[in-house]
Nanobody, 111 residues
Framework: VQLVESGGGLVQAGGSLRLSCAAS????????MGWYRRAPGKQRELVAV???????RYADSVKNRFTISRDNAKNTVYLQMNSLKAEDTAVYYC??????WGQGTQVTVSS
């Protein structure tokens, strides 16, 4: 299974970014798709996860600012990030079933 992420970049505080992650390869049925992040000097943390049925879970720090969604037909998961803060700066990793991981995409929020 290969995961290709896109959408990271540099944005000012208060701005928005949208991350995408497309999964390909030997995929029969994907249940959980999600995003983690690792900030400099910190441990990796869950950002958001979504099941095939549409159930979602968010880290408290991103609730009401970030929205996770997915297109099951395209095996793609998205993360819409609004009202970005400097503390959201991190490398964001896509995951499928917590088993497969993307290469990471850098998100930098300038204050």
């Amino acid at each position: 299974v290969q995961l290709v992420e896109s959408g990271g970049g540099l944005v000012q505080a208060g701005g928005s970014l949208r991350l995408s992650c497309a999964a390909s390869g030997s995929i029969f049925r994907i249940n959980a798709m999600g995003w983690y992040r690792r900030a400099p000097g910190k441990q990796r943390e869950l950002v958001a996860v979504i099941t095939s049925g549409g159930s979602t879970r968010y880290a408290d720090s991103v609730k009401n600012r970030f929205t996770i969604s997915r297109d099951n037909a395209k095996n793609t998961v998205y993360l819409q990030m609004n009202s970005l803060k400097a503390e959201d700066t991190a490398v964001y990793y896509c995951t499928v079933e917590y088993e497969y991981w993307g290469q990471g995409t850098q998100v930098t929020v300038s204050s």
